[in-house]
C-alpha cells in the first residue's frame, strides 16, 4: 500500500465502514438482479454466482494496492449504480442478455477502477488524451455489450436491400437487407475483439522471444535475430497474402483450420516480429543491470530471470508498443477483410461492409464510410492516448 | 573513401542474400502443404486435367534443387511460366501491370515528397506554434486512417460532389501521358496522404534533434534569422535521415498500391495480386510477391546505402 506520509496524517478520511458497506450493497444488489434474470436456469445462476465471487476476490486483492479515497469509491459505486439503473430502465434487453449484461458491468467497474488508480495521472492529461480515451472508452462499452446495444441479430435480414436511413432502419439496411446499425455495433465487437487477440498472441510470441533473445545471447539470439530480418524484409501485406493463399483451406491431422485463426496466427506471426526487436533491445539493457546478475548468482533460472527481472522492467515501453501494434493489426486487419481475404462473412466486421456497400458511394450515399470512419476514429483514439503515455514514461520532449 | 566502398559492398551483400533467402521461403512455402501439393490448392475444383497441369506449371516431376533453380532463373529471364486460372504467360500477366503500378507510385512520390519536406520545414521553423500543432494533429490522424477510408471521402468529394476526376481509373497502353495523370489522380492523392504524414513528422523530428547542437546555437548567437539557420545548417546534416524516411516511403508506396488498386479498379499488379489469392492461383501468387518483395528490398538497400553516403562524418573522413 502506497500512502504518502502527509496523507496519512490526515485524519479527514471518513471511516472505511461505510464505504465498504456501500460496495457490498453494490454487490449484493448484483446478486439480486442477477438470480432474477436467470431465475429459470440454474446452471447460469451457479455459474454467474462463481463469475461474481470471482471477480469480487479479484477486485478486493486490487483494492489493496489502490490509493483509496471516499471519492475513489464514490465514482466506483455511481458508476455501477448508473449501470443498474440502465439495466433496470432497458429490463427486457438486460434480462435477455446476462452475459453481456454481466460483461458490460465487468468492463464498467475495470474502467472505475482502472481510473480511481491512476486518477493523479489522468488529471493532469491534455484534451488529446481526454478524447483519446473517451472514444476508447465507448468502443469497449459497445464492443462488450453489443448485443443489448444492437436493435435486431448480428445476420438477420430485417427488410429490403439499401433501404435508406431513418424509420424502423436507423442507418438503413446494407446490400442484403441487414440493418446497418445492427452490423457496425456487431462489427466493433467481432473486429476489435478480434484485433486485440492479434496483437496479445504477437506480444506473446514476440515478446517472449525477444526476452529470450536478451536472456540468452548467442546462438539463440544469432537464429532468432537472422529469422526476423528475414520476415520483416517481406512487406507484411504482400506475405500476408502469400500465406492466406498457400494455407486456406490447410488441414493438420485431418483437422480443417478455422480460417479464423489462421488468419489471427498469420498476422500475429508477421506482427510479432516488431515486438521481437522491441522486446529484445528493451530486454538488452536490463540483462546487463547488476540486480539481473544478483538473480543469476543466487542461481534463479531462466524463466525467473524473464519473468521476474526483465519483465517488470521492460512494461512501459511495451505497454506504449501494444498501443500502436494494436493500431496496426486492426488497420492490417481491416484492409485485408476490406480486400475480401480477412473476416468472412456472414461475420460483421467493418473492413468487409465497406467492401460490400462501396457502389453507394457513387450515389452519393455516406453510409459506407461509417465503418471507415469507425475504424479511423478509434486508431486516432488509440494514438492519441499512446502519444500522451509515451511522453509521460519516457520524457520524450522535443522543447530543446 | 574505402571505408564507404567497403560499407556500401557489404550492404550490398546483404541484400542479395536476403533477396535470395526471401525467394526461398517464397518458393518453399508452397511446399509446405501435406500430401500432393496439387490436389490440396485446387481443391474441390480439381479435374485430372487442372491437376495435372497444376503439376507441370510447379514442375512436380523434378527435384526441389531443379525445381527451385529452373524457377529462379525463369523469373530472371522473365519467364514466369503459365497461371493455373487461365494458362495464359504470367509475364504476359504481369507486364504491363508492372508499368501501371510503378506509374502510379512513381505518382504519389513525385507529388509527396515536396509536400511531406515542406510541411516538415516549415513545422520545425515554427515549433510549437499553432501551426505545428494543426499540422501535427492532422498527420497523426491520416497515419490512423485506413487506406480505403481516404480513398473514398476523395471519391465522395472530388469524383460524386464535384465531378472532377473518374471515380474508376482505368488506363490503358495507349492512354496519352496527360489523361493517363487525370485518371490516376484521386489514387495518387490517397497514397499521397497516406505517405505524407509519416515522410513530414520524421523530417521534423530530424531537424529539431539537430537544433539542439552547440552549431546551431553558434549560428543563433551570430544573428542569423531561424530560416537561414534551419535552410543552411540544420538541413544538409539532416539530410541522411531524411533522405533515408523518403526511400523507405517509396518501397511503402509500391507495397500500398494494393489498396489503392483495388478501391479505384486500377490495372495494376497488386489487384492482379488479390484476385489471384482468391483464386489460389499459386504461381502468379509468387511471382507477384517476388516482385514486390524485390522491389521492397531494393529501395531499402538504396535507403542504406544513400544514408551511408550522404553522412558527412563518413564523406570526409579526418
Given at each position: 500500500m502506497t500512502v504518502t506520509t502527509m496523507e496519512g496524517a490526515?485524519?479527514?478520511?471518513?471511516?472505511?465502514w461505510a464505504s465498504r458497506i456501500s460496495v457490498a450493497a453494490v454487490y449484493l444488489f448484483v446478486v439480486v438482479l442477477f438470480l432474477q434474470i436467470v431465475r429459470d436456469d440454474t446452471l447460469a445462476a451457479i455459474l454467474g454466482l462463481l463469475l461474481i465471487h470471482g471477480y469480487s476476490v479479484i477486485v478486493l486483492l486490487y483494492w489493496r494496492n489502490l490509493e483509496r479515497s471516499a471519492a475513489g469509491d464514490k465514482a466506483i459505486v455511481t458508476l455501477t449504480l448508473v449501470y443498474m439503473l440502465l439495466a433496470v430502465l432497458f429490463w427486457d434487453r438486460f434480462s435477455a442478455l446476462p452475459w453481456s449484461t454481466f460483461f458490460g458491468l465487468f468492463v464498467v467497474q475495470a474502467v472505475a477502477l482502472l481510473a480511481v488508480r491512476f486518477w493523479k495521472n489522468l488529471r493532469k492529461a491534455p484534451p488529446t488524451a481526454w478524447f483519446g480515451m473517451v472514444v476508447v472508452l465507448f468502443y469497449v462499452m459497445i464492443a462488450a455489450t453489443a448485443p443489448i446495444v444492437a436493435?435486431?441479430?448480428?445476420?438477420?435480414?430485417?427488410?429490403?436491400?439499401y433501404e435508406p436511413w431513418g424509420g424502423q432502419f436507423l442507418l438503413g439496411t446494407d446490400n442484403?437487407?441487414?440493418d446497418w446499425l445492427t452490423r457496425l455495433i456487431y462489427g466493433a465487437r467481432n473486429t476489435i475483439g478480434i484485433a486485440f487477440v492479434t496483437t496479445c498472441l504477437a506480444f506473446l510470441i514476440g515478446g517472449l522471444g525477444g526476452f529470450l533473445s536478451a536472456a540468452l545471447g548467442g546462438w539463440v539470439d544469432q537464429i532468432l535475430g537472422r529469422a526476423v530480418d528475414v520476415l520483416m524484409a517481406i512487406p507484411s501485406l504482400i506475405f500476408a497474402l502469400l500465406l492466406l493463399s498457400i494455407f486456406t483451406n490447410y488441414s493438420v491431422f485431418g483437422l480443417k483450420i478455422h480460417p479464423m485463426v489462421l488468419l489471427v496466427v498469420i498476422i500475429a506471426v508477421l506482427d510479432s516480429t516488431r515486438v521481437f526487436r522491441l522486446a529484445r533491445a528493451v530486454g538488452m539493457n536490463i540483462v546487463v543491470m547488476d540486480y539481473v546478475e544478483v538473480a543469476r548468482l543466487r542461481g534463479e533460472g531462466l524463466w525467473w530471470v524473464i519473468t521476474r527481472e526483465v519483465m517488470p522492467n521492460a512494461m512501459p515501453p511495451l505497454v506504449a508498443e501494444f498501443g500502436l501494434r494494436f493500431c496496426f493489426v486492426f488497420l492490417f486487419l481491416s484492409a485485408l477483410s476490406f480486400l475480401g481475404?480477412?473476416?468472412?462473412?456472414p461475420t460483421a466486421d467493418w473492413g468487409s461492409m465497406v467492401r460490400d456497400n462501396a457502389t453507394l458511394i457513387t450515389f452519393g450515399?455516406?453510409?459506407?464510410?461509417l465503418p471507415a470512419g469507425a475504424i479511423a476514429l478509434l486508431t486516432v483514439g488509440v494514438n492519441f492516448v499512446v502519444d500522451w503515455f509515451l511522453h509521460q514514461t519516457s520524457g520524450l520532449r522535443d522543447d530543446h | 573513401m574505402d571505408k564507404i566502398l567497403k560499407m556500401v559492398a557489404q550492404r550490398l551483400a546483404l541484400g542479395l542474400l536476403t533477396l535470395f533467402v526471401v525467394s526461398l521461403i517464397i518458393f518453399f512455402s508452397v511446399q509446405l502443404?501435406?500430401?500432393?501439393v496439387c490436389q490440396e490448392i485446387l481443391?474441390?475444383?480439381?479435374?485430372p486435367e487442372t491437376v495435372a497441369a497444376c503439376r507441370r506449371e510447379l514442375r512436380l516431376n523434378l527435384p526441389w534443387y531443379e525445381r527451385y533453380i529452373s524457377w529462379l532463373f525463369g523469373i530472371l529471364q522473365g519467364d514466369m511460366g503459365r497461371s493455373l486460372?487461365?494458362?495464359?504467360e504470367i509475364s504476359e500477366l504481369i507486364g504491363k501491370r508492372l508499368g501501371n503500378t510503378f506509374f502510379l507510385a512513381a505518382f504519389a512520390a513525385v507529388l509527396s515528397v515536396p509536400v511531406a519536406l515542406v510541411l516538415g520545414v516549415m513545422a520545425a521553423l515554427y515549433r510549437n506554434s499553432p501551426f505545428d500543432r494543426i499540422v501535427n494533429a492532422l498527420t497523426l490522424s491520416s497515419i490512423s486512417f485506413p487506406e480505403f477510408f481516404v480513398a473514398y471521402i476523395l471519391i465522395l468529394f472530388?469524383?460524386?460532389?464535384?465531378?472532377?476526376?473518374?471515380?474508376?481509373?482505368?488506363?490503358?497502353?495507349?492512354?496519352g501521358f496527360w489523361e493517363r495523370i487525370y485518371r490516376t489522380a484521386l489514387p495518387s492523392l490517397t497514397l499521397m496522404l497516406v505517405v505524407v504524414a509519416h515522410m513530414m513528422r520524421m523530417t521534423r523530428a530530424a531537424i529539431i534533434n539537430l537544433l539542439a547542437s552547440p552549431y546551431i546555437e553558434m549560428a543563433n548567437l551570430k544573428g542569423l534569422t531561424r530560416m537561414h539557420i534551419i535552410v543552411h545548417h540544420a538541413l544538409p546534416n539532416a539530410l541522411a535521415p531524411i533522405i533515408n524516411v523518403v526511400v523507405i516511403n517509396l518501397a511503402y508506396l509500391v507495397v500500398g498500391v494494393v489498396i489503392a488498386e483495388v478501391v479505384f479498379v486500377y490495372p495494376g499488379l497488386g489487384q492482379l495480386l488479390v484476385d489471384s489469392v482468391a483464386k489460389r492461383d499459386i504461381p502468379v501468387v509468387q511471382a507477384s510477391c517476388m516482385i514486390f518483395a524485390a522491389t521492397y528490398i531494393l529501395l531499402n538497400l538504396t535507403a542504406d546505402v544513400l544514408a551511408i553516403a550522404t553522412n558527412p562524418r563518413l564523406m570526409h573522413p579526418r
Open positions: 490526515l485524519p479527514a478520511r471518513p471511516s472505511p436493435p435486431f441479430t448480428e445476420t438477420e435480414i430485417v427488410g429490403a436491400e442484403l437487407g441487414r481475404l480477412g473476416i468472412q462473412p450515399d455516406i453510409t459506407p464510410l | 502443404l501435406p500430401g500432393d481443391g474441390q475444383a480439381q479435374t486460372a487461365n494458362q495464359r472530388f469524383a460524386v460532389q464535384l465531378g472532377w476526376f473518374p471515380s474508376i481509373s482505368n488506363v490503358s497502353a495507349d492512354l
